[in-house]
Each structure stands twice: as C-alpha cells, then as structure tokens.
C-alpha cells in the first residue's frame, strides 16, 4: 500500500474556501490509480466520502451535503488531485482524508472501496 501525500486545510471561518491536494509520495513505483478521492470523519461519524473521481473518464461524484459547491479534479501533470470547498460551514469540519484505488470499483463513495490512504488533514470551520 502507499500512503498519499496530502495537502491543504486549515481554519477556515464560516462562508469560506479550502483548497486540499493529494498526490503519492515521490519515491513511489509507478502506480495506476483508477479512482481517487477525499473522506472525511468526526469523533462522532464514521469516514464519509466526500468527493471522487474517475481519473481514466474524469467524471466526479459528490455527496450531496457538499454538491454545488465544491470541485473536485486532477492535474495529469502531477499526479495530483485538488478538491475545492466553498461556502464552508461548521459541519465541514472534519479530518479529510485522501484515498485511491487500482482497480474498477462499484460506489466510489465507500471507503471501503479504497486501498491506498493519506494520513490526514484537518479544515476546521468556526462561525
């Protein structure tokens, strides 16, 4: 397994922006994600999805809490992927987690689904 190098987050205050990255460590062996995507979990919630995408199509999935409002894409170039969060409130707080995975899975949304995961970082939203 690798585990991802993760970006970004912060305090953020109520109403604003968060720019979180994710690419693979540079001594990684070449490897071929087919998905990749950003969670997220509270002491009180389990790991929820939060966004992913197809990096072969490019097509994006949402939870709905965060649709209309965020983006999620890739950057080919860097074997990057960079969600953005708009408008954030305090239920955006959490620890936000990237993950990938090698081969074709059924509900990009379940971590489950994952087998290379970051180590985390957290965007705390104050009022």
């Known amino acids: 397994q690798v585990q991802l190098v993760e970006s970004g987050g912060g305090s953020v205050q109520s109403g604003g922006s968060v720019t979180l990255s994710c690419t693979p460590p540079?001594?990684?062996?070449?490897?071929?994600?087919?998905?990749m995507g950003w969670f997220r979990q509270t002491p009180e919630k389990e790991r929820e999805g939060v966004a992913s995408?197809?990096?072969?199509?490019?097509?994006?999935w949402y939870t709905d809490p965060v649709k209309g409002r965020s983006t999620i894409s890739q950057d080919n170039a860097k074997n990057t992927i960079v969600l953005e969060m708009n408008d954030l409130n305090p239920e955006d707080t959490a620890v936000y987690y990237c993950?990938?995975?090698?081969?074709?899975?059924?509900?990009?949304?379940?971590?489950?689904?994952?087998?290379?995961w970051g180590q985390g970082t957290q965007v705390a939203v104050s009022t």
């Open positions: 540079g001594n990684t062996p070449s490897v071929t994600y087919i998905y």
């Open positions: 995408i197809n990096l072969i199509s490019d097509f994006p």
């Open positions: 993950a990938a995975a090698t081969t074709w899975i059924k509900y990009p949304l379940r971590p489950e689904e994952y087998t290379d």
